[in-house]
């Protein structure tokens, strides 16, 4: 988190980190799709010529002053693909709240779990645990027949029993409440250690 | 250096104070008079844009500092890759019209100087240099902290964001 007093903003970084094609930057799409354009600004994708995440899409957006604070939320999402394990740490410098876009098909399950596994190792370097630091999971693709139950992620993936929500990214579904729910874990987080 | 609190779950909040931002600002647009740079930007390391100078009508510097930052992220999981111990210092991108130089300031901030290949960059790194050491100086200046910052998110903040946020995502 950065506080500039002297223009009275407040900078919050908020990465959505998941596993390949699950849907992280349809997220970031959706969210651009329908802000107004005073609250957003351009979207940035830094993809392969396959439309596959290489590095990162970054998006900043605002919600107008707040008791004369202006809160500025800068979203990140990583590359999900195994290979690109050094940029995913990159992305999380200075990481103040994580969206955890899991894949709600059975055959993802293995991969979500590496890629959860992935962000605690990451995390842990920068010495935060998934257990304390403020981060939610988005099981997204609920839409798609034979989608895993909700109970089973749950139990799979939610270990600390953080918000979570159901999306279906494309849709919209569960995009905002999930950027919503994020924002405010990262602001009672703050809160309570004042 | 700079005000930063850590808090219990190791993540950190930096607090730059009122005088430590007219410093930089000043220092940025001392920097951009004496190398006729076109832009000149200072950012956090984790990608935020704090001053800029120059003319940045038409460029989009808050992507330009999120992908300068991960510019010097990236370059540093390099220096490791190839045995460097250190943190690659600057990094330099020439192009046929324009070329960027950016240099880190101390660990967790750096500067990005956008200027003319008709411009040297002999002359641009004499000044940056300078430019540097002085805000260095500035960030380690805490004289201008202010007393009672820890309010800046009370729960009256938050719960104001909350409805900022249903309001915006309607």
Not at chain 1, 99 to 126: G, W, Y
Not at chain 2, 36 to 48: E, R, V, W
Not at chain 2, 69 to 81: G, I, P, R, V, Y
């Amino acid at each position: 988190m950065f506080i500039n007093w002297a223009l009275q903003e407040i900078n919050l970084k908020i990465v959505y980190y998941g596993p390949g094609m699950s849907g992280k930057t349809t997220n970031l799409e959706y969210i651009h799709s329908k802000l107004d354009p005073s609250l957003k600004g351009d979207l940035v994708s830094l993809k392969t010529k396959e439309d596959r995440t290489i590095f990162f899409d970054f998006m900043q957006i605002e919600v107008g002053r707040i008791k004369g604070k202006k809160p500025k939320f800068n979203l990140y999402t990583v590359p999900g693909q195994v290979y690109y394990a050094s940029s995913r740490k990159v992305i999380l410098n200075g990481v103040d709240g994580i969206v955890f876009v899991a894949d709600s098909q059975p055959h993802r399950m293995e991969a979500n779990i590496e890629t959860l596994l992935d962000l605690e190792n990451n995390l842990k370097q920068d010495n935060h645990t998934l257990e304390s630091f403020p981060w939610v999971v988005q099981y997204n693709k609920r839409d798609l027949p034979g989608a895993e139950s909700v109970e089973a992620l749950q139990k799979r993936l939610n270990f600390f029993n953080v918000p979570y929500f159901e999306g279906v990214a494309v849709r919209g579904d569960g995009v905002f409440n999930t950027l919503k729910a994020v924002i405010n874990s990262v602001v009672q987080n703050v809160q309570n250690q004042l | 250096m700079v005000q930063t609190r850590k808090l219990k779950d190791g993540s950190r909040q930096i607090i730059l104070n009122g005088k430590q931002y007219d410093v930089i600002t000043k220092v940025l647009s001392e920097l951009a008079t004496k190398t006729k740079a076109s832009a000149i930007l200072f950012a956090d390391m984790s990608g935020q844009l704090i001053s800029q100078r120059g003319n940045t009508d038409n460029m989009n510097t808050t992507v330009l500092s999120a992908l300068a930052a991960s510019d010097f992220a990236a370059t540093s999981e390099m220096a490791k890759l190839v045995g460097e111990e250190a943190k690659f210092k600057l990094l330099f991108h020439e192009g046929e019209k324009r070329n960027v130089y950016l240099s880190n300031v101390g660990d967790n901030f750096f500067l990005v100087v956008v200027f003319d290949v008709s411009v040297t960059l002999g002359l641009i790194r004499i000044y940056t240099k300078k430019a540097i050491e002085d805000l260095v100086t500035v960030l380690e200046d805490t004289s201008g902290d202010q007393a009672g910052d820890d309010n800046i998110i009370d729960s009256d903040f938050s719960t104001l964001l909350g409805d900022a946020l249903d309001d915006t995502f309607k």
